[in-house]
């Protein structure tokens, strides 16, 4: 079992920058597919980007692509989300989700595991 928390949201200026981490236990997090969602208000949980146990693929939500970054330190046991020239349409709730499926693809299901999520809130 993996238990994840997130950190680092907070309230930044449109175009202005965030990184997001998400700390994880357990001594299996090396092996995990590691994702991040999103949810704004009233709005349905959509996928962001994910990351491969060791790097190797990476995937983005073409909403955030060219603009974000995901990245991992197996060795800390984290998982991070670089965000920049952030805009008001990428405010919501960001989740950290962990799955033991090598390609779990952008579904939540796919992903067992999930943290309680860290608020980013873009203003214009």
């Known amino acids: 079992q993996v238990q994840l928390v997130e950190s680092g949201g907070g309230l930044v200026q449109a175009g202005g920058s965030l990184r997001l981490s998400c700390a994880a236990s357990?001594?299996?997090?090396?092996?995990?597919?590691m994702g991040w969602f999103r949810q704004a208000l009233g709005n349905r949980r959509e996928f962001v980007a994910a990351?491969?146990?060791?790097?190797?693929?990476?995937y983005y939500a073409d909403s955030v692509k060219g603009r974000s970054t995901v990245s991992r330190d197996n060795a800390k046991n984290t998982v991070y989300l670089q965000m920049n020239n952030l805009k008001p349409g990428d405010t919501a709730v960001y989740y950290c989700?962990?799955?033991?499926?090598?390609?779990?693809?952008?579904?939540?299901?796919?992903?067992?595991?999930w943290g309680q999520g860290t608020q980013v809130t873009v203003s214009s």
């Open positions: 357990g001594r299996t997090f090396s092996t995990y597919t």
């Open positions: 989700a962990a799955s033991s499926l090598a390609y779990p693809g952008y579904l939540e299901y796919s992903f067992a595991y």
């Open positions: 990351i491969s146990w060791n790097g190797a693929n990476i």
